[in-house]
């Protein structure tokens, strides 16, 4: 009888355990993947960069029009997603362009491999936690993005105060050198990307985020509900 109690008491202790286990995965990496998503299919969505360069007037300043310009951008997408070298951007970039090209690659190589890792991880949590308590699900993922909202919107904010500020502080975290300096007269990546279109995909990322993370969170609220609906039928009965 000894041993069989100890093996169901370290049997739920294990459980317990994975659950809060579970409960942080997901709390952590269930919004990461979301987020690296939606950078993902904002970055690499081609079109929006065709109405920015209309919209910012990068046909004036470039002196392209807009078949070249759909050409290269392109090939930079084509790049960044490492289906091709930098073979493809010596047309139409100097050097110094180039070899931050290559520094924005090992990073989205990096961003890409984590948001991998997270989706496994959020897809465990998951599984584990639907086999357990759906109830308990619908409660992580309802409550635990909050944490989230805070840091985004706060970045929000400060970004639309004063976005150049924290757009260096981006280069200064994220590269260890000054090859993102760019001339806006000669360099084409610049005049093609000015800080406006990266303000514009920015308010279009936290834009998406809110609005996925809001339906998961909608999902989880009707799981709740589901559970205490559930559990009131059993204490009626």
């Known amino acids: 009888m000894d041993i069989l109690f100890w093996i169901i008491h370290n049997r739920y202790e294990v459980n317990m355990k ?15 993947f979301i987020l690296l998503k939606t950078i993902e299919v904002n970055t690499f969505n081609k079109g929006f960069y065709l109405k920015s360069y209309e919209k910012y007037g990068v046909l004036e300043v470039t002196g392209r029009n807009i078949d070249e310009l759909d050409r290269v951008t392109i090939k930079l997408l084509e790049y960044i997603k490492d289906e091709s070298g930098e073979e493809v951007l010596k ?36 599984i584990f936690l639907i086999n357990q308590n759906v109830p308990r699900l619908g409660r992580i993922i309802f409550y635990g993005p909050f944490i989230w909202w805070g840091a985004i919107l706060m970045l929000f904010l400060l970004s639309t105060m004063n976005f150049n500020r ?17 001339n806006p007269d ?3 990546l610049i005049q093609m990307l000015p800080e406006e279109f990266f303000i514009s995909i920015f308010k279009r990322i936290v834009l998406s985020f809110i609005i996925i993370m809001s339906i998961i969170q909608l999902i989880g609220n009707m799981l709740m509900k589901k559970g205490r609906d559930k559990n009131e039928g059993i204490t009626d009965f």
Do not use: C, Q
């Not at 050097?95 to 948001?115: P, S």
């Open 18 to 32: 994975m659950r809060k286990i579970s409960a942080i995965i997901l709390i952590i990496f269930l919004p990461l």
């Open 91 to 126: 047309p139409f970039f100097n050097e110094r362009e180039i070899k931050h090209m290559e520094d924005v690659k090992i990073l989205f190589k990096y961003g890409f491999n984590l948001k991998k890792i997270s989706f496994v991880l959020t897809l465990f949590g998951i």
């Open 166 to 182: 924290y757009f260096t502080y981006f280069h200064l975290i994220f590269f260890d050198n000054d090859l993102w300096i760019l």
């Open 186 to 188: 000669t360099d084409l």
